[in-house]
Structure formats: C-alpha cells, structure tokens
C-alpha cells in the first residue's frame, strides 16, 4: 500500500527519518514530496494526489475550514523556529542581537535561503533584512533555493569562507554538513506551529489517520524533539 504525502519542508527529516517505523506500523509506503510551504498549496490545488498532508497550522485550519482536509484528524506536530547555520567547521558568527546579526549578514560572502516568495522562513528572512537596513547591500550575495532542505544541503556543499544559511531550525538538524549556531535574535525570532492532517480525497484514509496520528504521537516525539520541533 502506498499513501502521498505533501509536506512543508520544515517536516522534511521528521517525515523521512520516521518512515521505517511508519511502515512497520501501518504497512504503508509513503511517497512524500517536499516543498516551501507556498508551493505545497499550490500542487493542493492543482489537485495533486495526496492522503496525508503538513503545512503551517494556520494553513491546515484554512483546509479544514475549506472541507479538504478531516477536522478531527488535524493534529500539531510542534512548533519550528527560524535560525542561523554554517558549515560544520566554521567559526559561528554572533547573532545574539540586531548590532551582531547586523554585522555578520554584511560580511557574509554568501548566504543561503529557502524562497522569499513561498516559503516561510524566506519571506521572513526578506522582513529581516529590511528591518535591519541591509536589504540592497548583501541581496548580491543572498542564493535562494525551492526549500530550506535544499538551501541547507547547498551551504553544506559551499566552498570559501564566510557561508551563512537562514532557514528554519528542523531543515537545519535534519542536515548532514551544516551546524545550527542559534535562533534568531528575540526581536525577529518567527516561530511557526506545524501540524498534520489526512485530506477528504484520501484513498486510504484508514491508513493516512494511523500515519497521521503517529507522526503527531508520542511515538515520534523524541525524533521531533532533537530534530528542533518544539513542544
């Protein structure tokens, strides 16, 4: 049995890293595509196959209130922050308020993100710089990928000095080769609540509620605790 599942990228390392236990469990097979969250609405409503899907929580409420996904399915998976990464490696650069967060963004050579206009932590990333007044000055040195998975994977593999990556902290966990050096200072920290639910079009929806309690259970919780999900 084989179920799809559309999934934020922030749920990337959760989803994949439990996928053995969810098939040992409920004997289904996931096909899981991921995606800045933007994007993932949109395949929704392009009418992509899809049994069990993780967004924001206010994006699953919204589908809900749409009828496109089961109400009492919906469940929340914890609550991501959005933080600062470098290279396993590399010297981590002070973040701990505007003046240093300020200061290392304009010495960065490059910087790392998932996409300013769908994603999440992208289109806050473009907030924070402009609050900080340093938006014309690094966007030259700003690379921008489809999600936080791949920008974090991309930085990982970056050669030179002076690699930061922004994005939210579970696409950075989740990541071989980058290291989290902190959240966001408290004045620009975005927190997001991630959660679960099984769609109305599902075509095993037995089997999506028994994926999509367990990704949200106790069973999963340690994996989403160490991997930056917050309770």
Do not use: W
Not at 39 to 44: K, N, S
């Amino acid at each position: 049995m084989e179920l799809d599942l559309l999934s934020a990228g922030a749920a990337k390392g959760l989803v994949e890293g439990f996928a053995p236990a969810l098939r040992a469990a409920t004997g289904a097979m996931l096909r899981a595509e991921f995606g800045a969250v933007g994007a993932i609405g949109e395949r929704l409503e392009g009418g992509a196959a899809c049994d069990v899907v993780v967004l924001t929580a206010s994006m699953i409420d919204a589908l809900a209130g749409d009828g496109r996904v089961v109400p009492d399915t919906v469940a929340p998976l914890g609550r991501v922050r959005t933080g600062v990464a470098v290279r396993i490696g590399d010297a981590p650069p002070a973040i701990a308020n505007r003046e240093a967060l300020r200061r290392s963004l304009l010495a960065a050579s490059r910087l790392f993100v998932p996409d300013p206009l769908r994603s999440t932590a992208g289109v806050h990333f473009i907030r924070v710089l402009r609050a900080l007044g340093v938006h014309d000055a690094v966007m030259a040195n700003v690379h921008a990928f489809p999600n936080g998975a791949i920008a974090m994977r991309e930085l990982g593999q970056a050669d030179g000095p002076g690699c930061l990556g922004c994005t939210q902290i579970t696409e950075i966990n989740y990541t071989p080769g980058v290291a989290l050096v902190g959240p966001l200072p408290a004045e620009f920290e975005l927190a997001t609540v991630y959660s679960v639910a099984v769609t109305t079009c599902s075509r095993q929806p037995a089997a999506a509620r028994a994926v999509a309690r367990l990704l949200a259970g106790p069973e999963s919780c340690e994996l989403r605790r160490s991997g930056g999900f917050e309770a």
